[in-house]
């Protein structure tokens, strides 16, 4: 099972959207609606901010939002802020019944 | 509140075995609605899930491909915890390691996390 594929690296300045895709195959995005997203600080246990695909756990920000087509998956976040600054992982359900996260994408707040 | 706490030595050596615990609290290692899952993070990595375990009416592991000859992951009942093994490891197995929780329902939703081990393989 091959990661999913994410950019990079994504930037942008206070109070502006960023969004950061994540592509991956009809064996895992294209074909369950398990997709979701991770928020990760050095040194911290990552953190659920999405999960099936554009539902947000109780006290993450509706600033930051997911959505989906075909294969591939998507996270904005709105109104960028200084504390968005970290490494972003996706992840999906397969159709082997495993996990498979995306290659992440280091977001920097200008 | 559910609680995951692991618990392993930080240093391994190169063909040895890796070793984790994670403790559950306030959930129970045999619910017929979670599974217990592995997950490791480096920064030439990133994240790679390893594997879980889970019952339903019976107990089934799955796991990564890419370790899926060396990992073993067991449900230990009595102690209400998961384990770990990671065999002949090398220093690209070289990560933190962490547990977390998903659920039937919602596959891939990992919460909580663990606090995670940092296993470093050296001789």
């Known amino acids: 099972q091959s990661a999913l594929t994410q950019p990079a690296s994504v930037s942008g300045s206070p109070g502006q959207s960023i969004t950061i895709s994540c592509t991956g195959t009809?064996?895992?995005?294209?074909?369950?609606?398990?997709v979701s997203w991770y928020q990760h600080h050095p040194g911290k246990a990552p953190k659920l901010m999405i999960y099936?695909?554009?539902n947000r756990p109780s006290g993450v920000s509706n600033r930051f939002s997911g959505s989906k087509s075909g294969n591939t998956a998507s996270l904005t976040i709105s109104g960028l802020q200084a504390e968005d600054e970290a490494d972003y992982y996706c992840?999906?359900?397969?159709?082997?019944?495993?996990?498979?996260f995306g290659t992440g994408t280091k977001v920097t707040v200008l | 509140q559910l609680q995951l706490q692991q618990s392993g030595p930080g240093l391994v050596k190169p063909s040895q075995t890796l070793s984790l615990t994670c403790a559950i609290s306030?959930?129970?290692?045999?619910?017929?609605?979670?599974?217990w899952n592995w997950i490791r993070q480096s920064p030439s990595r990133g994240l790679e899930w390893l594997g879980k375990?889970?019952?339903?009416?019976?107990?089934?592991?799955d796991y990564a491909v890419s370790v899926k000859s060396r990992i073993t992951i067991n449900p230990d009942t009595s102690r209400n915890q998961v384990s770990l093994q990671l065999n002949s490891v090398t220093p690209e197995d070289t990560a933190v390691y962490y547990c977390?929780?998903?659920?039937?329902?919602?596959?891939?939703?990992?919460?909580?996390w663990g606090q995670g081990t940092l296993v470093t393989v050296s001789s």
């Open positions: 977390a929780r998903d659920t039937r329902w919602s596959p891939g939703r990992f919460d909580p």
């Open positions: 306030g959930d129970s290692v045999s619910s017929n609605s979670a599974a």
């Open positions: 375990t889970y019952y339903r009416s019976n107990w089934f592991s």
């Open positions: 009809s064996s895992d995005i294209g074909v369950y609606n398990y």
């Open positions: 099936d695909v554009s």
């Open positions: 992840g999906s359900y397969t159709t082997t019944s495993t996990q498979v």
